[in-house]
């Protein structure tokens, strides 16, 4: 049987516009919607290999349906600008594809594609329609299927198919309109009747009709006074949700064919609106067609080659290197290239000599860095002593700026992007986790050849990034911040944290002697002995021989869950000795066997890889180990920090701490008058709510009044529902629902701010920081109810968190240039969240409490004064 691909156009460009951000020509022109749509054409098409194609889009002018019913998408906004920019250049370019455009004044796309698809079907040829709008599963039947793009559902959809997703036959699709509406559109349907009633009256009464004409029959009764009440809309609600298959047109099948393609005139468009990615997608049995490839020339382990260089203009630099201790001087791989050069790639016998050329270099001009990851060439270049450096352009970072989104980076596919050009990834060839050791078995060629086309990458895409970051207004935040900030990162990295190892090995061995004491009480409690780390014995333990009741069920037995047990807590003493025993072993295996791995045997420091790239809302994270991880909860966790000491006697670690500075950003960017008077006054921001919410005098508060209110003063920062603080705060959902309505009445500001910001960012697609930093928040487009609830709390939550973000890394900045300008020898060790911990000589220390309060707090002027906590001490925990 033949095969025609009938598409919805509006709703594949709406979804593209929507799921890929801030994609534009050099000269400004947005192209995101215009690249997704070809992107999943090409796709859906190649999938299927029709016979026939058509794309129906909808047309401005009203429909029949609005002369029905005047509010018919009524709620729908308006199309953003830079998706109308958009609409006519995907149509020029489908016709260039040879593919038939349909439209018909006063009827939908919807209704286009079911007049097709029905007279397809009389033609014997099976149709697959492509929409992301689950109305037109109602067209499926065993001529027609449908292909659904959804992350969660993504694929064919057969009769048997819509069943099982929809719950109900395709051809009843309209009558659950009927009852339960369709927002979207804005279908009233029946008032308070949701899916879940709608399908269960359906599969009752078996269609709409049936049911309205036997209300006598349904015995609830608010539910029949619903259905009474709106007996006529609901009608009216399924006439509107259904789709007209009679239009007024004439149907000729041979119309719907491809016709066939002007390939110059096509790659020629998609080279106007800089789709060179997309060029290869284009017949390559065509003579006009090229193959793009990189044509990079290198050259492996020649040494002379250097001499081509000019180590006063800036060079571009990349490396592999897969060792654990960083002042080691070797590297795996090593790259240089520079503009209008060749590129040189050299394996780890040439370690020594890179190293030493550019140490001598250095010491006559400064080394210009340009770099795939510039944070691993400055950890190189520092194993040589080589300071004298400064970075002038960062790939990881300048992407990240652009999309924190993203879990890694890839230059390759912005080299294709940009300039459709095609190189190998690295990862055919190298996996980081054995290159050490089977770096014999490694094809050397092949490794470098990939290498040399990555900088080549690097150098190629710089233009265009850069162009990005400045269209995006982020590009003095990438240099001025991102790019400043690297740098110091790799110094406190070098610097590292002392660790007293005998001071780890007796809170081992005191930890052991917890684990053990609480083995025999475990034991004792429920009379038997069993393997505690095991769930399944566990929860054999506790719902079965111990008779508490499950709340929850896995493939392998009882669920026995931190948050499971936290819920039993009340039911028996074992419970929380379970609890305490799994944290006490997390602490040993973690944090005292864990951490002594990464203590580098010649410093007695832990020089833990701080990283910028890794974390959506702008913070710094720590890896290898994470020291930003170190349990507060139990004192036994507190006195592990007993372990990190100063670098030597001279020293003492000095610990500063913004005292909360999300809720004073919060009182700053909502303009809160109450918090911004409470927190200039220096009350207590959490005893001051208490009041207002609980409605009692401030020295009525209580400790649990308190705790309440700070529970909900940081929940609201993050975006918290009711939901999460009743299991918070182990209340009901109707008192913390009434907690956050009260908080809201008492801070008007602060929901009018948070409401603009959800409405903001279901705008523009982002959430931004004071600094200009953004986040692009798909999450708010997607069809999926819980999904869209996480985009809203991602868009009240990024501003302020990534706000605290960027001030600190400002104040780090800022701090260490401070401490150059006055030649101290304390260094800046550790940044964890809203702390930083400086390794401090002690003839420094009054110099550095000042240095802090003016970089830390002086220098940003809001309307809310930052405060930090300063506090020293022999050890982290004393300085805590």
Do not use: C
């Not at 593209?16 to 090409?42: D, E, H, Q, V």
């Not at 037109?136 to 039947?141: D, K, T």
Request: charged share 30%; proline share 2%.
């Amino acid at each position: 049987m033949k095969k025609a691909l009938l598409i919805d156009g509006n709703s594949i460009l709406n979804r593209s516009f929507y799921g890929i951000r801030n994609m534009s020509t050099g000269s400004g022109f947005p192209t995101n919607a215009i690249y997704g749509f070809l992107k999943t054409f090409n796709r859906i098409f190649d999938m299927f290999n029709p016979d026939y194609v058509a794309v129906a889009f909808d047309l401005k002018a009203k429909t029949f349906r609005h002369n029905m019913y005047s509010e018919y998408k009524g709620n729908r906004k308006s199309m953003p600008d830079d998706l109308r920019l958009q609409m006519p250049v995907i149509k020029e370019l489908l016709k260039l594809k040879g593919i038939s455009i349909a439209e018909l004044e006063g009827f939908e796309a919807d209704d286009i594609i079911g007049f097709l698809s029905k007279e397809f079907s009389k033609e014997n040829v099976h149709s697959y329609i492509l929409s992301g709008d689950r109305d037109l599963m109602q067209l499926v039947n065993d001529k027609v299927s449908m292909y659904y793009p959804s992350s969660k559902n993504e694929g064919v959809f057969d009769q048997n198919r819509v069943i099982e997703v929809m719950g109900i036959e395709p051809s009843l699709i309209t009558d659950l309109k009927g009852l339960m509406g369709d927002s979207s559109d804005n279908i009233p349907g029946v008032k308070g009747v949701g899916e879940k009633t709608a399908l269960k009256l359906l599969k009752e009464y078996g269609s709409l009709e049936e049911i309205l004409n036997n209300l006598d029959k349904i015995k609830a009764k608010k539910l029949r006074e619903k259905l009474e009440e709106d007996f006529d809309m609901a009608i009216l609600s399924k006439k509107l949700a259904t789709i007209e298959t009679n239009l007024p047109i004439e149907f000729e099948l041979s119309e719907y064919l491809l016709s066939e393609i002007d390939f110059k005139v096509l790659k020629e468009s998609y080279l106007k609106y800089e789709l060179k990615s997309l060029l290869s997608t284009i017949d390559k049995k065509n003579d006009d067609t090229i193959e793009v490839q990189t044509n990079n020339e290198y050259f492996f382990n020649d040494f002379d080659k250097v001499n081509l260089f000019n180590f006063e203009e800036p060079i571009y630099f990349d490396l592999i290197r897969d060792y654990d201790d960083i002042f080691i001087k070797k590297v795996d791989f090593f790259v240089m290239y520079q503009e209008k050069k060749v590129a040189l790639v050299f394996d780890e016998k040439f370690s020594n000599k890179i190293g030493e050329l550019i140490l001598n270099q250095s010491k006559k001009t400064i080394i210009k860095i340009k770099a795939y990851n510039s944070k691993k060439v400055m950890l190189f270049f520092r194993a040589f002593g080589i300071e004298n450096y400064e970075v002038y352009y960062d790939y990881e970072i300048a992407s990240y700026v652009i999309n924190p989104n993203l879990s890694s980076y890839n230059v390759s596919a912005d080299l294709m992007k940009f300039l459709g050009e095609n190189i190998e990834s690295l990862d055919t060839y190298y996996k980081k986790s054995s290159v050490t050791k089977a770096a014999q078995t490694l094809d050397v060629n092949k490794i470098s050849k990939v290498l040399a086309d990555r900088i080549y990458a690097v150098y190629k895409t710089e233009k265009y990034i850069i162009d990005e970051l400045k269209e995006l207004e982020m590009l003095s935040l990438y240099l001025d911040i991102d790019l400043k900030l690297a740098r110091l990162l790799v110094d406190m990295q070098i610097s590292g944290f002392k660790v007293d190892e005998k001071i780890l090995n007796k809170i081992g061995k005191e930890l052991d002697a917890v684990i053990t004491e609480l083995e025999g009480q475990i034991y004792f409690s429920v009379g038997q002995t069993f393997n505690i780390n095991s769930p399944k014995q566990l929860g054999v333990v506790l719902f079965e021989d111990l008779g508490l009741k499950p709340l929850k069920k896995t493939k392998t037995g009882y669920s026995t869950s931190k948050d499971i047990l936290e819920k039993k807590i009340d039911e028996h003493p074992v419970v929380k000795m379970i609890l305490d025993y799994r944290a006490y072993t997390k602490l040993r295996s973690t944090y005292v066997y864990g951490l002594k791995p990464y203590i580098n045997k010649s410093t007695k420091k832990i020089h833990s890889y701080l990283m910028q790239t890794i974390v959506a809302t702008g913070r710094i994270s720590s890896v290898n180990p994470n020291m930003q991880n170190i349990p507060l909860r139990y004192e036994m966790g507190r006195k592990l920090r007993k372990a990190f000491v100063p670098s030597d006697e001279n020293h003492i670690l000095i610990s500063a701490d913004y005292s909360q500075i999300e809720l004073r950003l919060l009182a700053h960017l909502s303009n809160s008058k109450e918090l911004i008077a409470a927190f200039n006054e220096n009350k207590d921001i959490h005893t001051i709510t208490a009041s207002k919410v609980f409605e009692v005098d401030e020295e009525s508060v209580t400790k649990e009044l308190r705790t309440r209110a700070k529970a909900v003063n940081f929940g609201v920062v993050y975006g918290i529902g009711s939901y999460s603080l009743s299991e918070d705060l182990d209340i009901s959902f109707e008192e913390a629902n009434d907690y956050i309505e009260n908080y809201f009445e008492k801070y008007p500001m602060i929901k009018t701010y948070l409401d603009n910001l959800k409405k903001d960012a279901s705008e523009k697609g982002y959430a931004e920081t004071l600094y200009g930093r953004k986040r692009n928040i798909s999450e708010l487009f997607s069809n999926k109810y819980m999904t869209r609830m996480y985009g809203e709390r991602i868009a009240m939550n990024s501003p302020i968190q990534g706000t605290a973000s960027d001030i600190i890394k400002i104040a780090m900045i800022n701090l260490a240039n401070k401490m150059k300008e006055n030649n101290l020898k304390s260094k800046l060790i550790l940044q964890v969240h809203d702390e930083l911990i400086i390794d401090a000589h002690k003839d420094e220390v009054l110099k550095l409490k000042e240095l802090m309060i003016e970089t830390m707090t002086n220098y940003f002027e809001l309307s809310v004064k930052l405060y930090i906590n300063i506090s020293s001490g022999k050890d982290w925990y004393e300085a805590k």
